[in-house]
């Protein structure tokens, strides 16, 4: 692909932490604004523990006392067998809550581990989100898609949700996938100075791209099971042990 005046190939950074503001690191600060934390100072010395002083004497245990008679036990005879009552069959109890309703991941928020539910979709999507860095001398910036989400992904299904600019714009921002798997990225006219661009991708499992498939009756309840039934730690840890 040739590189023409104004366009540019760059990388895609998969970075966690948010590029969002990173444009306004140069710019300077109000005036009363915090700066950086400086380094931390040295540690200071170990406090002194003085002696430990002497051990007491240690206590005197009296003599055991003498064991008191054991008394007399007198066990009375069985009487008979009542009747047996004829069990009644009480109201039925209201409905229990619905269980897990599929895959979820559990975390501690807000002092309770709480559930975080996989998205469910007629196909299986994989998604990622990658930071691309416009220049202000670029206008268009191609990108290649990671090939390892590349290769877990059906052939063409790879497209771009949303893009994200750290600043405001005076247009919209043009994007697409080639065929190559590059990400082609078009700033509007007039667009300020430099800026990052945070990037959603989208694409079918490899293998898995069919909508809505169908299963038997016994397959989906047995997935069910297999879902709602509880994490055991050490079964995991013997299993990986084998």
Sequence with gaps: MHEREGR??????????????????DQPRAEGSTGSTGPTGPTG????????????????????????PSPMTSTGQTGP????????????????????????VMLELGQ???????????????????QLRMEEADTEVLAPIDPLFVEACEPGSIRVLSTQPDMPLPGTLGVCVTDDNMVVVRRP?????????????AGARRGAAARFPVFTEGQARRNEAFWNQPFDPSAEVAAASE
């Excluded at 430990?52 to 008191?68: I, K, L, V």
């Excluded at 004829?86 to 897990?100: H, I, S």
């Excluded at 006219?189 to 991708?201: C, F």
Aim: hydrophobic share 30%; net charge positive.
């Design 8 to 25: 540019r190939t760059a990388t895609l950074s998969y970075e966690v932490t948010s590029p969002l503001g990173a444009a306004l690191e």
């Design 45 to 68: 010395p170990a406090p002194h523990t003085g002696p430990t002083g002497p051990t007491g004497p240690e206590p005197r245990t009296g003599p055991t006392g003498p064991t008191g």
């Design 81 to 104: 067998t009542g009747p047996s009552p004829v069990p009644k069959t009480g109201p039925t109890g209201k409905t229990g809550p619905t269980g897990n309703p599929g895959k979820a």
């Design 112 to 130: 309770q581990w709480r559930a975080l539910l996989c998205i469910e979709a007629p196909v299986a999507w994989f998604f990622d989100v990658a």
């Design 189 to 201: 006219q007039d667009a300020p100075r430099s800026l990052s661009v945070t990037l959603t991708l």
